[in-house]
């Protein structure tokens, strides 16, 4: 798990207590993300190279016909 002080917020969050968003953490060879609610909870990380592309798979899957989930 990325130290605290690498932990950013999605720029989405919105107002209020910004809580409901997800938090990313770059590290070398992956990215690791979390739920900024729960932040000990267990976190999701895939590799670098792979982040635009799973970002771009949820972007779409949330714009289709199909969501919400």
Same mark, same amino acid.
């Given at each position: 798990?990325?130290?605290?002080?690498?932990?950013?917020?999605?720029?989405?969050?919105?107002?209020?207590?910004?809580?409901?968003? &997800?938090?990313?953490?770059?590290?070398?060879?992956? &990215?690791?993300?979390?739920?900024?609610?729960?932040?000990?909870?267990?976190?999701?990380? &895939?590799?670098?190279?792979?982040?635009?592309?799973?970002?771009?798979?949820?972007?779409?899957?949330?714009?289709?016909?199909?969501?919400?989930?």
């Amino acid at each position: 798990m990325a130290p605290s002080g690498n932990w950013r917020r999605s720029s989405y969050s919105g107002g209020g207590d910004g809580n409901n968003c &997800v938090e990313i953490a770059n590290l070398p060879t992956i &990215v690791a993300i979390r739920d900024s609610k729960d932040p000990a909870r267990a976190t999701i990380t &895939v590799p670098v190279g792979a982040f635009a592309p799973f970002v771009g798979a949820l972007k779409a899957r949330a714009t289709s016909d199909f969501a919400p989930f």
